[in-house]
Nanobody
Framework: QVQLVESGGGLVQAGGSLRLSCIASGRTFSSYAMGWFRQAPGKEREFVAATNWNGGSTYYRDSVKGRFTISRDNAKNTLYLQMNNLKPEDTAVYYC???????????????????WGQGTQVTVSS
């Protein structure tokens, strides 16, 4: 069992930056692929970014490429999402998730992730 706790959300103006963190409990964090998802009001939860066990492979949804960076520090059991040049359409609750069945490869499919955090709100004003 893995518990995930996100932090770092907040209110920021368009063009600003935020860094989200996700701290994982347990000793298996380094063996899981990890991902970030987001959910805006009235919309389905969508994939944002994912990384394999050592950060060697990363994937992003097209709308955040070049602006967001996913990374991890396995020694600290922590996953990060650096978000730059934020836009109002990035406003959502952001969730981190762990995929216990994948280590080297990653998936962008929400249902493939086994553990989820409680989410952190990101609001971007125009």
């Amino acid at each position: 069992q893995v518990q995930l706790v996100e932090s770092g959300g907040g209110l920021v103006q368009a063009g600003g930056s935020l860094r989200l963190s996700c701290i994982a409990s347990g000793r298996t964090f380094s063996s899981y692929a990890m991902g970030w998802f987001r959910q805006a009001p009235g919309k389905e939860r969508e994939f944002v970014a994912a990384t394999n066990w050592n950060g060697g492979s990363t994937y992003y949804r097209d709308s955040v490429k070049g602006r967001f960076t996913i990374s991890r520090d396995n020694a600290k059991n922590t996953l990060y999402l650096q978000m730059n040049n934020l836009k109002p359409e990035d406003t959502a609750v952001y969730y981190c998730a762990a995929d216990r069945n994948r280590m080297v490869r990653v998936t962008t499919t929400r249902r493939e992730y086994d553990y989820w955090g409680q989410g952190t709100q990101v609001t971007v004003s125009s």
